[in-house]
């Protein structure tokens, strides 16, 4: 039977940056994982190359039922700290919008200096290893694993959450907390797609594969950016960003080009040209489908055919408001199938946020994913698999 230091369970990137740091602190480490290679969200992200942190990332930036448990980690292990170390491989990278941060080149160096680094620091990783049994014996834990038996004094899990099934995504993290009488708070998919009822999804198919910008607000919240109508419903950025705040039968109000007075602009094109329809002049502004589904009425009880110099004021308010106040509550949500992240997880009261262990359990830690700590979408989440990781790592 084999004894560490620390045993690692998930080999993502809080994992794999825990390991590091432990095992720099002279520790002996070994971090396993079911999955045949490590990083693999890593891999997938930013369309392959790792939106790996965003230099905006704050404590507000985060959703939690104590918004305050991540200001610790995150000023202790800062984006600033973590681009340093991607300067420091020589990995170019460039930012793209709001602060998010992506690698020129593949997401497979940012995977390849965690690798490197934790085989320089003396990480033992072990892949294709499932865990088939954790029990606390004495001051230790005992676990049974698919290559047999091992120990450690510090057990630190990092599997993730439950998005992304396909990529081997489980439950176990709060199977561990749940068996420990660690508090597990509800979770549900975040960072996911909206979807919309059979009869909203046949008028608005021919809108599939369009995007806008937009501005989508609920529950108080609002983000800005890409929407993108989809067969199903709809996504983009902005969409992603308002899942994390919409609850099942909440409204969400969607604004169409916000930035753009949609009602003065129909009164100028009525005065300049009133022999025009609304469908021309919304298309100068909106993707024409779009501008087609709206003057057909959009689903307000009000169409916008004929000319618009035959329409009054409140018409063309009416017309405004289908462009920028439309309201709607989605059926659902596409689920962890494609949903980033997962909202909810191990309860941050049952944590020490400034070294990420259990209060319960001596040796016992959660990072990343699992932990009632979501980032927006943008890197966020990336930062605080950094931040939280590299806490566990100095005191594992």
């Not at 749940?178 to 996911?192: K, M, N």
């Amino acid at each position: 039977m084999q004894h560490y230091d620390v045993i690692i369970l998930g080999a993502g990137a809080a994992g794999m940056m825990c390991a590091i740091e432990a095992s720099r602190r002279g520790r002996k480490v070994l971090i396993i994982d079911h999955a045949k290679v490590p990083g693999e969200k890593i891999r997938i992200s930013g369309g392959g190359r790792c939106n790996f942190t965003n230099i905006h990332a704050q404590p507000g930036n985060f959703i939690s039922a104590n918004r305050h448990f991540c200001i610790s980690a995150l000023r202790r292990y800062t984006q600033y700290d973590f681009v340093e170390r991607i300067q420091a491989r020589g990995i170019a990278y460039h930012e793209k919008t709001l602060g998010q941060l992506f690698c020129d080149g593949s997401a497979r160096q940012v995977i390849d200096m965690l690798t490197d680094d934790m085989r320089d620091a003396g990480v033992e990783l072990s892949l294709g290893t499932t865990v088939e049994g954790v029990e606390r014996q004495g001051e230790a834990f005992l676990l049974q694993l698919s290559t047999g038996p091992a120990t450690c004094t510090s057990l630190v899990v990092a599997t993730g959450g439950k998005s992304i099934p396909k990529m081997g995504a489980t439950g176990l993290g709060y199977r561990i907390a749940e068996q420990f009488d660690i508090a597990v708070l509800p979770t549900r998919p975040a960072l996911v797609p909206l979807t919309f009822d059979e009869n909203l999804l046949q008028r608005l198919a021919p809108l599939a594969g369009i995007s806008a910008e937009a501005s989508i607000s609920c529950n108080g919240t609002a983000f800005e950016e890409a929407m993108l109508f989809t067969h199903r419903g709809v996504s983009g950025p902005s969409i992603l960003q308002i899942s994390s705040f919409w609850r099942e039968g909440d409204e969400i109000a969607i604004a169409l080009l916000p930035q753009t007075d949609i009602y003065a602009l129909l009164r100028q094109a009525r005065h300049e040209n009133g022999r025009q329809s609304v469908q021309t002049v919304l298309a100068q502004v909106l993707p024409k489908r779009l501008a087609q589904i709206i003057a057909q009425g959009h689903g307000q009880g009000q169409g916008a055919e004929g000319n618009i110099a035959d329409m009054g004021d409140a018409r063309l308010q009416t017309i405004a408001n289908a462009v920028q106040d439309w309201r709607i509550k989605p059926t659902g949500s596409e689920g962890y199938r494609t949903a980033e992240v997962t909202l909810g997880g191990v309860d941050t009261d049952e944590l020490h946020s400034k070294t990420m262990a259990t209060k319960q359990i001596p040796g016992l830690y959660f990072i990343g994913e699992v932990v009632d700590v979501t980032g927006w979408l943008g890197g966020y989440n990336f930062q605080w698999a950094w931040s939280s990781g590299w806490v566990a790592g100095q005191n594992a």
